[in-house]
């Protein structure tokens, strides 16, 4: 706790920011040098790279060709954005081959959570009519799929104060 006379470096920065709270920073005004950085931006008359004469602008209209054999990345931009070499694309790795259950016991619970749930919607959005036992069997199959997975889970003993946030 502080006291009024304390004066310490983490009260005084505090303080600082208080006081300072709201204000915009003043930044130097110049606009020749922001335009100059700018790609396609006339330059100022006064600038290096000023002439006058509109020739100069256009002079050179093809792009550039560099080492990588690709155009000026600049002057050679399509509406999805700028050309990339071949190799230089990403290539996302393989998707993993789909998991097999390890026994079929599994396979028939996965099945139940994803199977049972897209049948039952689509019997809905069609109002195809089922009979009473098929649609309490595709509730039993999901419920008991749900259940049989969370029994076989492995039980691992855990530490008292970890939340399961370590990987």
């Known amino acids: ?7 310490s470096r983490t009260e005084l920065a505090w303080r600082e920011i208080v006081e300072h709270y709201g204000e915009r920073a003043v930044l130097p005004d110049e606009p020749h040098a922001r335009d100059a950085g700018r790609a396609g931006s ?23 060709t ?7 990345p600049v002057a ?12 230089d694309r990403f290539r996302p790795p393989d998707a993993p081959p789909f998991p097999r259950p390890r026994t079929w016991q599994r396979g028939v619970a996965w099945s139940g959570l994803f199977v049972a749930p897209v049948l039952a919607l689509v019997v809905g ?13 595709l509730v039993a199959w999901f419920v008991g799929g749900f259940l049989y997975l ?15 946030s370590r990987i």
């Open 66 to 72: 560099y080492d990588d054999g690709l155009d000026d």
């Open 150 to 164: 969370v029994r076989e889970m492995p039980r691992a003993p855990r530490d008292p104060w970890d939340d399961g």
């Open 76 to 87: 050679d931009v399509d509406d999805d954005g700028p050309r990339v070499a071949e190799v």
């Open 1 to 7: 706790m502080t006291t009024p006379g304390d004066e």
């Open 125 to 137: 959005l069609f109002s195809l009519g089922l009979p009473r036992l098929v649609g309490w069997a």
């Open 42 to 64: 006339p330059a100022s008359p006064g600038s290096p790279g000023a002439s006058g004469d509109a020739a100069d602008d256009t002079a050179d209209a093809t792009p550039t």
